[in-house]
């Protein structure tokens, strides 16, 4: 049983640009989490979707972030007009259920915004 | 809102015992996680509590006291592998969770 994935696990752009962070959960799962870290911090919250619904966005960006999570296909971070300041470490997590208790979480993807 | 505070960094020798605290602050509970992350790695889970009390799993346990907001993690025979971050989560509303800053453990020989 795969655990989940991102991809891609670097990702490098220009500001302005737009960054699409990809993650598929883990087979069951039908729960997505997503968070950032910067260095030397912890795990921010985004955004929790089930599919084809945003359940908590409390933790995005009121501008430029979107995620989705469709009925087929991986859920998808998306950031547009990139700054330099979003340059961290983007993980999803996935769960069977919506559950506080145990999250699968994938690598990564690290974005470097010059 | 949800807050918790744990401390930044902690340093033992191998084969000893360390305590990790972690309070938090939050309007809604629904559970304390303890996860693991290496150096540039994924995080780990590595143990829930839900309810009072002491959860034991191999050489690590986890505690919590929900009249004190407070839990921690222990881990006991302390090998070098078991340097890392370590973040406790509060679990909120609807399946949110929020994590502490992170305790970086420095395991020496």
């Known amino acids: 049983n795969a655990g989940v994935m991102q991809n891609p696990r670097h990702l490098v752009r220009r500001r302005g640009q737009e960054a699409r962070l990809r993650c598929s959960p883990m087979?069951?799962?039908?729960?997505v989490y997503w968070y950032r870290q910067l260095p030397e911090e912890g795990l921010k919250f985004m955004v929790y979707?089930?599919?084809?619904?945003?359940?908590?966005e409390s933790g995005m960006p009121k501008e430029r972030f979107s995620a989705e999570f469709p009925k087929e296909g991986p859920s998808i971070l998306r950031i547009q007009q990139v700054v330099r300041g979003d340059s961290a470490a983007y993980f999803c997590?996935?769960?069977?259920?919506?559950?506080?208790?145990?999250?699968?979480f994938g690598p990564g993807t690290r974005l470097t915004v010059l | 809102g949800q807050s918790l505070e744990q401390p930044s960094e902690v340093t033992a020798v191998e084969g000893a015992i360390v305590q990790i605290n972690c309070t938090y602050q939050?309007?809604?509970?629904?559970?304390l996680s303890w996860y693991q992350q290496h150096d540039g790695g994924a995080p780990t889970f590595l143990s829930y509590?839900?309810?009072?009390g002491l959860e034991e799993t191999g050489r690590f346990s986890s505690f919590l006291s929900r009249s004190d907001s407070y839990g921690y993690l222990l881990l006991q025979e302390l090998q070098m592998k078991d340097s890392a971050s370590y973040f406790c989560?509060?679990?909120?509303?609807?399946?949110?969770?929020?994590f502490g800053d992170g305790t970086t453990l420095t395991v020496k020989p």
């Open positions: 979707l089930q599919k084809e619904n945003i359940i908590d």
């Open positions: 509590n839900g309810l009072d």
């Open positions: 939050t309007s809604g509970f629904y559970g």
């Open positions: 997590a996935s769960s069977r259920v919506g559950t506080n208790n145990e999250q699968f």
């Open positions: 989560a509060v679990g909120g509303n609807a399946g949110k969770s929020t």
């Open positions: 087979k069951g799962h039908s729960h």
